[in-house]
Nanobody, 124 residues
Framework: QVQLVESGGGLVQAGGSLRLSCAASVRTFGNYAMGWFRQAPGKEREFVAAISRGGGSTYYADSVKGRFTVSRDNAKNTVDLQMNSLKPEDTADYYC?????????????????WGQGTSVTVSS
């Protein structure tokens, strides 16, 4: 199992930017596809973005496409989520997740390991 630790959350005004980072403790980080999910109060956890093992393919929820960018550095065992043009509806706890399977990119069911989450609040 992969241990994941997120950082970079905080309070930002609408239109601002934040960069989330996730550090993985595992020898074979390159064997895992990585994803970002978020959960707002009273709502289910939802897919935000994902990146393939080598970083060549990325996937985004329609709600963040064009504003968020996911990237990874396999040498450093990290995956980042750059969030620009933030909106109040982006307010949520953001979770990093690791996936060994080649399916369920967009579903929480596909991911084996989860971080503890980092909180993002966007004020209007």
């Amino acid at each position: 199992q992969v241990q994941l630790v997120e950082s970079g959350g905080g309070l930002v005004q609408a239109g601002g930017s934040l960069r989330l980072s996730c550090a993985a403790s595992v020898r074979t980080f390159g064997n895992y596809a990585m994803g970002w999910f978020r959960q707002a109060p009273g709502k289910e956890r939802e897919f935000v973005a994902a990146i393939s093992r080598g970083g060549g393919s990325t996937y985004y929820a329609d709600s963040v496409k064009g504003r968020f960018t996911v990237s990874r550095d396999n040498a450093k065992n990290t995956v980042d989520l750059q969030m620009n043009s933030l909106k109040p509806e982006d307010t949520a706890d953001y979770y990093c997740a690791a996936r060994r399977s080649y399916t369920n990119t967009y579903s929480t069911k596909g991911y084996d390991s989860w971080g503890q989450g980092t909180s993002v609040t966007v004020s209007s």
